[in-house]
């Protein structure tokens, strides 16, 4: 959904919503843990990132990215990655200053 000419308001409702296959008003809570693939070789390309799709919930799913894109629309950015509290967001941090991100 564009919203770039919307008021805040609107903005802060509608940005990042797109519509979805049941007709939804606003974007549903996925409470599932495991995505089903439409064969093996899908599956294997959404693993390699070669095709777009859900893993595993706490890697992303559909409700995470309607949020990631719904902020990055509010702040005017490009994109967003939502992460949990403890090392997830402290590891992305971090992992900006080094080439390599240390496994400690």
Not at 24 to 34: L, M
Not at 37 to 64: H, L, M, V, W
Not at 71 to 90: F, K, N, R, T
Request: hydrophobic share 35%; glycine share 10%; charged share 20%.
């Amino acid at each position: 959904m564009q919203t770039k000419k919307l008021g805040i308001n609107t903005r802060m409702i509608h940005a990042g919503q797109e519509p979805d296959a049941t007709g939804s008003v606003t974007t549903p809570i996925y409470q599932t843990s495991t995505f089903a693939f439409k064969s093996a070789q899908s599956g294997a390309a959404i693993f390699a990132g070669d095709e777009d799709g859900y893993i595993y919930t706490r890697i992303g799913n559909p409700t995470i990215r309607a949020l990631e894109e719904n902020v990055a629309a509010l702040e005017d950015g490009c994109g967003g990655i939502a992460v949990s509290s403890g090392w997830p967001p402290l590891r992305r941090s971090i992992s900006r200053c080094w080439r390599r991100v240390p496994t400690w």
